[in-house]
Nanobody, 127 residues
Framework: QVQLVESGGGLVQAGGSLRLSCAAS????????MGWFRQAPGQEREFVAS????????SYANSVKGRFTISRDNAKNTVYLRMNSLKPEDTAVYRC????????????????????WGQGTQVTVSS
C-alpha cells in the first residue's frame, strides 16, 4: 500500500505564492509518475501538473503554465507544487496522485490512470 499526504495549503491573497508538498509512505518504490489535480466546488476535477519518475518529463495545464512548478525529490519520496502569481480562480482542493506503472519518463494527465490519491489540501486565494 502507498499513502500520500498533502500539506502546504492555506489562504493567500491574489498574487501571492504557496508551495504544496505531497509525501509518500509505504511501498514508495512502486510509485512512478506523480501528478497534481484540483477540484473547486461544483466543478470537475482538473489536471494541474504531472512529473515523470526521472523528473525529466513534465506537463502542465495551460491555466497554470508559467505560474506553477512541479518538482520531486525521490530520496524524500516527496513531490512539490510551487504556485506563484495565484489567482482567485486557483481556489480549490488540491490532491496529489501517484501511478504504479513502471515507466521512468511518463507523464499522465488523465486522473483515471492514477492508482494512489491523497486526501487533498485546501488552497484559497482571496481577491
Amino acid at each position: 500500500q502507498v499513502q500520500l499526504v498533502e500539506s502546504g495549503g492555506g489562504l493567500v491573497q491574489a498574487g501571492g505564492s504557496l508551495r504544496l508538498s505531497c509525501a509518500a509512505s509505504g511501498r514508495t518504490f512502486s510509485v512512478y509518475t506523480m501528478g497534481w489535480f484540483r477540484q473547486a466546488p461544483g466543478q470537475e476535477r482538473e489536471f494541474v501538473a504531472s512529473i515523470s519518475r526521472s523528473g525529466g518529463n513534465i506537463s502542465y495545464a495551460n491555466s497554470v503554465k508559467g505560474r506553477f512548478t512541479i518538482s520531486r525529490d525521490n530520496a524524500k519520496n516527496t513531490v512539490y507544487l510551487r504556485m506563484n502569481s495565484l489567482k482567485p480562480e486557483d481556489t480549490a482542493v488540491y490532491r496529489c496522485a501517484g501511478d504504479s506503472s513502471p515507466y521512468w519518463s511518463r507523464v499522465i494527465t488523465n486522473p483515471i490512470e492514477y492508482d494512489y490519491w491523497g486526501q487533498g489540501t485546501q488552497v484559497t486565494v482571496s481577491s
